[in-house]
Nanobody, 116 residues
């Protein structure tokens, strides 16, 4: 089993910053990519950013230049630094772990609210 535990969500004003963390534990041999997805009320879950074990990154166009994904392989943790936040970034953010054998796991989600 794999556990993904997110932290770092909260309420922030427009233009502010937050950093999300996701720690992976359990049977993580073969974990090759981690990422962040988000789901706003009434909308489908969408990709925010991903990073592979080789540090290759991918971002949604809506967050490019504002969000940065990184990982600490020694801690099996992935981070999402979110700057210049906008109200439209409000969503539940989910951590995702993808394995070479095709399995994927999700965290429980953390709420990010951008509001004045």
């Amino acid at each position: 089993q794999v556990q993904l535990v997110e932290s770092g969500g909260g309420l922030v004003q427009p233009g502010g910053s937050l950093r999300l963390s996701c720690a992976a534990s359990g049977s993580i041999f073969g974990l090759y990519a981690m990422g962040w997805y988000r789901q706003a009320p009434g909308k489908q879950r969408e990709l925010v950013a991903t990073i592979t074990s080789g540090d290759s990154t991918n971002y949604a166009d809506s967050v490019k230049g504002r969000f940065t994904i990184s990982r600490d392989n020694a801690k099996n943790t992935v981070y999402l630094q979110m700057n210049r936040l906008k109200p439209e970034d409000t969503a539940v953010y989910y951590c995702n772990g993808a394995f070479w054998d095709g399995q994927t796991y999700w965290g429980q989600g953390t709420q990010v609210t951008v509001s004045s």
